[in-house]
């Protein structure tokens, strides 16, 4: 049987994902979004954080309820883990519905981000474009949420979403054609989530528009954390300025 965690659950957490460098593990653990399920209230041996569609596990795969906390999941999932044993039991229980493939982290050092870099991307913003910060009026545009779900899904709300480190867009003709905005939350900064429309990719727009966001984070001291779902992601990751580190295994489910 597995439980929900609660906030005196949630403290028992820390030690079992320090193995996981991950920005979104940390929004979960520093009490800003997400929920958690335990094996024990008390003594929690097995774990499962969900941000959103991204779900990590953490510490004995080896009971029953591991399996049960591997059916536990969101519509579409992105499954972390950080141990061969757990890589195993997904591909045992989920065999024939899952799709392995490699994201990609960069180290979190604000020394690597240079607040003149992004002041001069800013500068190459193409004529016809407006660049401004996500309020409640752009927040509401069926344009912006075409763009990705994920701008505001891990949010109770529209109005939490603007309050909490919400954004920048870049719109044409009133319309929202690129943006980037806080994925997650945690204490010392954010995850950055970016979109383009497919009509306006290739014009720099999302180069501009996430240097917006990062600024923002830099200046207020928060860190702008980047995690790269494609090879298109890096290469922009690398243009900002961020250092690549690793690729580790990712399960979409």
Same mark, same amino acid.
């Given at each position: 049987?597995?439980?929900?965690?609660?906030?005196?659950?949630?403290?028992?957490?820390?030690?079992?994902?320090?193995?996981?460098? %991950?920005?979104?593990?940390? %929004?979960?653990?520093? *009490? &800003?979004?997400?929920?958690?399920?335990?094996?024990?209230?008390?003594?929690?041996?097995?774990?499962?954080?969900?941000?959103?569609?991204?779900?990590?596990?953490?510490?004995? #795969?080896?009971?029953?309820?591991?399996?049960? @906390?591997?059916?536990?999941?969101?519509?579409?999932?992105?499954?972390?883990?950080? $141990?061969?044993?757990?890589?195993?039991?997904?591909?045992?229980? &989920?065999?024939?519905?899952?799709?392995?493939? #490699?994201?990609?982290?960069?180290?979190?050092?604000?020394? &690597?981000?240079?607040?003149?870099?992004?002041?001069?991307?800013?500068?190459? @913003?193409?004529?016809?474009?407006?660049?401004?910060?996500? =309020?409640?009026?752009?927040?509401?545009?069926?344009?912006?949420?075409?763009? $990705?779900?994920?701008?505001?899904?891990?949010?109770? %709300?529209?109005?939490?979403?603007?309050?909490?480190?919400?954004?920048?867009?870049?719109?044409?003709?009133?319309?929202?054609?690129?943006?980037?905005?806080?994925?997650?939350?945690?204490?010392?900064?954010?995850?950055?989530?970016?979109?383009? &429309?497919?009509?306006?990719?290739?014009? *720099?727009?999302?180069?501009?528009?996430? $240097?917006?966001?990062?600024? =923002?984070?830099?200046?207020?001291?928060?860190?702008? %954390?980047?995690?790269?779902?494609?090879?298109?992601?890096?290469?922009?990751?690398?243009?900002? *300025?961020?250092?690549?580190?690793?690729?580790?295994?990712?399960?979409?489910?």
């Amino acid at each position: 049987m597995i439980y929900e965690a609660d906030v005196s659950v949630r403290k028992k957490l820390v030690p079992m994902f320090k193995n996981i460098d %991950s920005t979104i593990v940390l %929004s979960y653990l520093q *009490g &800003h979004m997400g929920t958690a399920w335990v094996d024990n209230l008390e003594n929690p041996t097995v774990a499962q954080i969900t941000v959103g569609i991204f779900v990590f596990y953490a510490v004995n #795969p080896n009971t029953k309820e591991a399996k049960e @906390l591997l059916y536990n999941l969101p519509d579409f999932t992105l499954a972390i883990v950080n $141990s061969d044993d757990w890589k195993e039991l997904i591909e045992t229980v &989920h065999y024939g519905a899952f799709e392995k493939f #490699p994201r990609f982290s960069f180290h979190k050092n604000p020394d &690597h981000l240079d607040q003149a870099h992004f002041q001069y991307l800013l500068s190459a @913003l193409p004529e016809g474009y407006e660049i401004k910060r996500v =309020d409640k009026n752009i927040a509401k545009e069926s344009s912006f949420h075409e763009l $990705s779900e994920d701008f505001i899904n891990q949010f109770d %709300s529209i109005d939490d979403f603007i309050n909490r480190r919400a954004g920048y867009a870049i719109l044409n003709d009133g319309q929202v054609v690129s943006a980037a905005t806080s994925f997650s939350i945690y204490d010392d900064g954010i995850e950055i989530e970016v979109a383009s &429309h497919p009509n306006h990719r290739r014009k *720099g727009l999302a180069t501009i528009v996430t $240097s917006a966001l990062i600024l =923002d984070c830099l200046k207020k001291g928060k860190y702008p %954390s980047w995690d790269g779902a494609n090879a298109e992601s890096v290469e922009l990751a690398k243009k900002l *300025g961020y250092i690549f580190k690793e690729s580790y295994d990712t399960y979409f489910i």
